[in-house]
């Protein structure tokens, strides 16, 4: 309770204020009119579903490809938070200079959220393809239908089970429909991808032919997603699903930055005898350390204290120079908040207490926490490790096994003393008798 | 030095004679050259003790202490390791370069004043920084 007593008293006006009551988040939804009719207020298709939930959360705009107007930067900053694409009835849009391959790729840069909807009926337009394919993501094209003749619902389109959700994904944890109707998309290797539906082993996806071939067939088994994410390194994200059915609200969530997001509230090392001194720029070797972070979780519109679920997205710190000298798992102590005086206990503290190596030099506290899903947190802070002082050596009398050389080195001089003595005193008294 | 030599050699050439002097049993012949053995040591014991001067012998005698506490800091850092190594390296060196300067002592041994204010005056500054060493 004491450390977080002095939490309370340092926690640093660095650490970034608590995120207000943020105006609400907007998004761009862009669609084919000859395919959709969304505009209309009449409409009950599933999309239109989709977009009046939608409305309860964002402000919404809705806008076909073909309006040439459609700006998604403006300068540097996004003009919407969030884009949705919708299938296209064909490759070549209007607006191909607004939504160009080029212009997506500033928009994610500038922290802008992308959730691609695909369909095995119709296209992807040309520059979201691109972009996709540019991220490792490569959706089937058209006319290319998912297919899986093993689970197969009773209306004739593909069962999905559980199963399919990628475990661990920390996206999704569920499907709350079990059929599906669309297409399935390859993934490169990139590591910020984070696959999200897999198809089972015995799915596929084909064209509308008799026959199979390397031309009429896009997935085999489980190298298929239906369904695929990826945060950039900027935390802004990405997620393409291969059919509307898969629009399901964690995921929208997650692609809008609603779910998963965590904040690093702080970050503080100390002695560990002298907590009160907060981040000092050098430590001695074999020295106590503590390391305590306070990490905050975005939900319901608020920072809430994030709580570790799953021993595999434990935080960790290393301590390094070079390599790490130690690599710890952070142990929460509990609820704080992350501004000093503030009521609400908003951030998570964790801590780890470790020692200090037996190695002089520049250290690092690195905090690296990537985990699919999740907002990434970095920090790195270095301090300098010194040795130990000349007068911190323990003194030989300290040290047991030294007793015999110190008492053996008394022991000379003591010897040469007394031989000293008898020496001149043996001389003088027989110096007459004896001749050398 | 020169008078023990001698008296080493005489010794042996006793041995020798003695030896070729007896044919027959090979324990007789060994016990013999034990005795001839034992005869040289004391004889060269004697010659030592009642040749050498109290000084040189006071030297000898520090001498053999020295070695013997040399042994003795050397065994021990062999079985117990060698940990504070600078209060080893003290303690042993405060043997060996006591027992150079005492060697040194020994040889100089004529000119009496002058090697002796060196030994003091050698010794003093090694005690000093033995004792700084061994810390």
């Known amino acids: 309770m004491i450390r977080l007593t002095w939490l309370f008293a340092v926690v640093c006006f660095a650490a970034s204020v608590l995120a207000a009551a943020a105006a609400t988040p907007d998004a761009l939804v862009l669609f084919d009119p000859q395919l959709h009719d969304l505009l209309s207020q009449n409409s009950t298709s599933s999309l ?59 928009y994610i840069n500038a922290h802008g959220n992308v959730l691609v909807v695909g369909d095995a009926t119709s296209v992807l337009p040309e520059s979201t393809r691109v972009f996709l394919n540019e991220l490792g993501i490569y959706p089937s094209p058209k006319n290319f239908r998912y297919q899986d003749h093993f689970h197969t619902s009773d209306s004739g389109k593909v069962a999905l089970a559980p199963a399919n959700v990628v475990a661990g994904n920390n996206v999704i944890s569920q499907l709350s429909t079990s059929e599906y109707d669309g297409g399935a998309a390859l993934i490169s290797n990139n590591e910020l991808i984070i696959p999200l539906v897999q198809s ?55 692609v809008f ?41 975005w939900v319901d519109g608020k920072w809430a204290p994030y709580t570790v679920s799953n021993p595999e997205n434990n935080l960790q710190v290393e301590f390094k120079m070079l390599d790490p000298y130690q690599r710890l798992d952070l142990k929460p102590l509990g609820p704080a908040a992350s501004v000093d005086g503030l009521d609400v206990l908003d951030t998570q503290v964790y801590s ?35 040795h130990l002082a000349n007068d911190e050596y323990k003194r030989s009398w300290d040290i047991t096994n030294s007793w015999l050389y110190v008492a053996s080195a008394g022991l000379v001089v003591v010897a040469w003393f007394a031989f000293v003595v008898n020496y001149i005193y043996v001389g003088k008294t027989n110096a007459a008798k004896k001749n050398i | 030095m020169a008078k023990k030599e001698v008296a080493i050699k005489k010794a042996q050439a006793q041995t020798g004679t ?9 324990s007789k012949k060994i016990s013999n050259s034990f005795g001839e053995l034992f005869a040289a040591i004391s004889t060269t014991y004697n010659d030592y003790s009642t040749t050498l001067t109290p000084r040189l012998k006071l030297i000898d005698l520090f001498l053999v202490f020295l070695v013997a506490l040399g042994v003795l800091q050397f065994v021990y850092v062999i079985l117990v390791g060698n940990f504070p190594f600078n209060a080893f390296l003290g303690g042993f060196i405060s043997c060996v370069g006591q027992f150079v300067l005492l060697v040194s002592l020994r040889l100089q041994i004529k000119t009496p004043e002058r090697s002796f204010g060196d030994f003091i005056f050698a010794s003093l500054i090694l005690h000093f920084v033995v004792y700084h060493f061994i810390n």
């Open chain 1, 48 to 106: 239109s579903k989709f977009i009046s939930n939608l409305e309860l959360q964002y402000k919404v705009t809705v806008k076909s490809y073909d309006d040439e107007d459609i700006k998604l930067l403006l300068e540097d900053d996004l003009a919407y938070d969030n884009l949705v694409l919708l299938p296209s009835s064909k490759k070549a849009i209007a607006a191909k200079q607004a939504v160009s391959q080029g212009q997506l790729l500033k």
């Open chain 1, 352 to 386: 780890v207490q470790f020692t200090v190596p037996d190695q002089h030099g520049m250290f690092t506290f690195g905090l690296d926490y990537k985990r699919s899903g999740l907002s990434y947190l970095e920090d790195s802070k270095v301090v300098t490790v010194r």
């Open chain 1, 257 to 297: 930055q609603q779910k998963g997001v965590l904040k690093l509230q702080f970050v503080h090392h100390s002695r560990e005898e002298n907590p009160a001194v907060p981040d000092p720029s050098i430590y001695r070797v074999k020295e106590q350390a503590l390391y305590t972070i306070g990490v905050s979780e």
């Open chain 1, 200 to 254: 089972s082993k015995t799915g596929f996806t084909a064209g509308n032919k008799e026959y199979l071939d390397e031309d009429t067939t896009w997935t085999f088994g489980e190298q298929g997603f239906l369904a695929v994410g990826l945060q950039a390194l900027n935390n802004a994200r990405v997620a393409w699903v291969g059919s509307e059915s898969l629009l399901e609200n964690e995921l929208v969530q997650w």
């Open chain 2, 18 to 26: 003695s030896a070729s002097g007896v044919s027959g049993v090979q």
